[in-house]
C-alpha cells in the first residue's frame, strides 16, 4: 500500500459507516434532542448520572443506538470527508467554514502554533521527569502570560466573555533541524514586527474569545509534542507552516515529516476526539468556566480530569492489560480471572454508550491496517489479542449488559504504530479535545449560571463539642 494513497483511508471509514448503519439506526432519543424548559425533571444517579445541565448544539452521544454527531453532523462523514481543522472550526463556529474562512482558521493556528515563550518557560521545569498530562497541564497554564482583562478590577461585570491571553512575543528555535542538533535561538524581536502587525489585526475582531480558544487549540498540540521531545532528550522542534494540524503534531514529535497515510489517520484520530457529550473533562473545564475563571483555567482543569485511567487514561492502560495478556492463546484463561476478581476490562464499557462505540468502529480497522503495514511481530500479537478479548468481551458482557468495545480500546494499538509511545496517548486525547472544551465552554458562558450541585449530607447533625482535653 503506498503510503501517499489516502484515499484507501477514506475507504475504511466508509466500510466501518456503513457496517454500523447496518446494524444500527441513527433514531435520536427524544428525551436527549427536544428543547426543555427550565427547571427540568430528570432522575438523577450518583456522579450527576442523568443529570441534565444545560441545552447545547455542539454535539449529541446517542448511547442507545452507537451513534455521534457534532453540530448536526454524523461523526463517520466528518472522518470521511473533513480534516480536524474544519471540524475544530465547526464546533467553534457552528457551521463548517468554506474555503476562505478555513484558510484564514488554519492561518491563525499556524500562527499560534508558535508558542516560544510558553516552551521557554516550561523548559525551566524537570519536563523529562514529570507525568506527561502534569506537564501539560502546566503548559497551559504558562500560556496565559502576565496579566490579563480578566486580571482586572471589575472585569467580571463586563459580561462573561472569556478574553485572551497576552501572546507569546519571543521567537525561538527558528531552525527546523528535526533532530538533536536542533538548539534554541532568541532571535532579533523586529523578526516579530509581522506578527505584531497581525495583532493589530487581531485585536480589531469582534470575537476576542475565540481568539483564545485558537490559541489554545494550536497551543496544547506543540506543548504535547514539545512536552514529548524533551522526554526523549531532544530540543522542541518549530512546526512546519506546510504541515496540518495532525501533521504537525506528529512532525514535532518524532522529528520526522509523516507520510500522507500516517497524517491522515491521525487526523482522524483528533476528530474522533475532539468532543463527547458531557464528559468528566468537559463538565470540569465548564466548571472553572462558570466561575468567570478564565479559558486557560478551565482547560487546565479539562487536562486534569481527562489524566484519570477511568477517563483518558483508559487506552494507556489498554495496552499495559494487553501486554499483561501476552498472547491471544491467553485470554481466555485471563478473561476468566478477571471476570472471578471482577476487575474491569480496560477499553470496554462506557457511561453513556450501551453499543458498539462508533468511534472504536474507526479505530478498529485503523489499527487493522496500521500492524499489517508496520510488519512488527509485537505489534500484530498485541492486535491478535485485542480481537481475541473483544470477542470475548461482547459474548459475555455484550447483549447482558450492554458493554462494547470504547474508543480507548484500539487507539492505543493506531498511536503505538503512528511511533507514540503510550505515556503520550491521553496528552494526545488533550490535543483534540481541546477543540471540544473550547467549544463547549463558550456555548455555556453565553447563559452562564455557576454550577452549584448539591450534596445529600448524611453525617451526624447534633455531636456534642468535647475540648480536646477531654478527647482521650
Ligand atoms: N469490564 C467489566 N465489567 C464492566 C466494565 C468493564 N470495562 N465496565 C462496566 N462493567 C460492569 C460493572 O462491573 C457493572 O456491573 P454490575 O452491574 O454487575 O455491578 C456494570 O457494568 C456497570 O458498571 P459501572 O461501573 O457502573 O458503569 P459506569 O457507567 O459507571 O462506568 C466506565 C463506565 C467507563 C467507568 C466503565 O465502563 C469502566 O471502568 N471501563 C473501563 C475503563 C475505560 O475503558 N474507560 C474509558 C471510557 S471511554
Known sequence: MPLTNTKFITDIVKQAAAKARQEVSNEPEPELTEPISWPVECTVGPGLEGAIACETKIGYVNGTRGSLI????????????????????????GNLPDADALT?????????????????????????????????????????????????????????????????????????????????????????????????????????GLESCYHLIAGVGTLTAAIERVRMGHMPIEPDPELSHAGNLLYMMTGRRPYPVEQRIMDICLTLHADHGMNASTFAAMVVASTLSDIYFSIGSGIGALNGPLHGGANEA??????Q?????????????????????????????????????????????????????????????????????????????GIFPNVDFYSGIVYSCLGIPPEMFTPIFAVSRVAGWTARVLEYLKNNRIFRPRGIYVGDLDRPFKPLADRG
Not at 119 to 139: K, S, T
Not at 174 to 196: C, V
Open 104 to 208: 484564514g482558521f488554519s492561518d491563525q493556528m499556524q500562527e499560534f502554533r508558535l508558542i516560544p515563550k510558553t516552551l521557554r518557560l516550561i523548559m525551566g521545569f524537570p519536563v523529562q521527569d514529570m507525568n506527561p498530562m502534569a506537564a501539560l497541564r502546566m503548559g497551559t497554564n504558562l500560556m496565559r502570560q502576565y496579566q490579563t482583562e480578566r486580571d482586572q478590577v471589575g472585569a467580571a461585570s463586563a459580561g462573561t466573555k472569556v478574553i485572551a491571553s497576552d501572546d507569546d512575543s519571543i521567537p525561538m528555535e527558528r531552525e527546523k533541524t528535526g533532530d538533536r542538533r536542533a538548539a534554541f535561538e532568541f532571535s532579533d524581536r523586529n523578526a516579530n514586527r509581522p506578527r505584531r502587525r497581525a495583532k493589530a489585526k487581531r485585536e480589531q475582531a469582534e470575537a476576542r
Open 70 to 93: 457534532y453540530r448536526g453532523y454524523d461523526i463517520f462523514d466528518l472522518c470521511a470527508e473533513a480534516s480536524y481543522e474544519e471540524v475544530s472550526y465547526l464546533l467553534l463556529h
Open 318 to 323: 489498554v495496552i499495559h492489560m494487553l501486554n
Open 325 to 401: 495478556i501476552g498472547s491471544s492463546r491467553r485470554v481466555g484463561s485471563w478473561y476468566k480471572e478477571a471476570r472471578a476478581n471482577k476487575t474491569k476490562i480496560m477499553g470496554f464499557g462506557h457511561r453513556v454508550y450501551k453499543a458498539y462505540d462508533p468511534r472504536a468502529r474507526v479505530l478498529g480497522p485503523l489499527a487493522e491496517f496500521l500492524v499489517e503495514r508496520s510488519g512488527r511481530k509485537d505489534m500484530q500479537k498485541l492486535l491478535a489479542t485485542a480481537k481475541e478479548l473483544e470477542k470475548r468481551v461482547i459474548a459475555d458482557l455484550g447483549e447482558r449488559k
